[in-house]
């Protein structure tokens, strides 16, 4: 791991190298307001997680409330609530005004989750073949598994307090209740109810300093040993079960080469790679 010089460099492969620190948005729901080509105003509500996918609701001029995940094409509002496993009577009940709602029916009204699920897939995805196992996976991958995405303390607590929700810190991953909550304040935006936010405002940015962005590397090297870890270990099982069956067939001794030392398993190389990828190439 590379230590910064009391000069704030870092000595890479005998060359000083030198970090900027970056200002970003800041973790958190933001709202805007936008104008079409006809002047008319429609809204939009942006996620911004520390780590994961990017996430956005919108209304457009003909009523209808759409969502979308890292920018690919619109998902009608109902088909993601219901894939999220919420009913339509507790959609309707937790929106302050359900009337809005009602016209974003016609673009996906499913019946049950498991036909939400396979049509959000189909959206998504269409070129693969849609199962509600997949679908799920995609969902949990996406939002509520901590692995992937990341909020952080400082943007649940954000998310709390603009959506007037009671959510433990400690929650990290986006809820159901959350992306319902966030489309009631939508709605509400329509009907001059709620308050728009300044991305440029310096209370919505953050300093992104080189311990994280080191730190950021450090994962992604460590995910890259975990996922070479495991395919060795499946490899040696493979050789192992292949071994014994012929040992069994021969009815004869023959020596299993198992190598299960920490040495041979893991390796560090992916990790040091990540790291002299973003010292060397990084902007």
Known sequence: IPLMTERGTFIINGSPRVIVNQIVRSPGIYYKAEFNKENQKTFTGTIISNRGSWFRLETDKDGYVWAKIDKIKKIPIFILL????????KIFYAVRHPEFLVKSLEKGNPATTFEALILLHSLIKPDKPAT??????LLYSNFMDPKRYDLGEVGRLKLNKKLKIATSPRCRALRPEDILAAVDYLINLEFGIGSLDDIDDLKNRRIRSSGELIQNQIRIGITRVERITREKLEKFQKKETNSRAVTENNKSKIHIDTVNTPATLISSKPLISSLREFFGSSQ
């Open 82 to 89: 219901q894939a999220l496993g919420l009913p339509q009577k």
């Open 132 to 137: 509600v196992k997949d679908a799920r996976s």
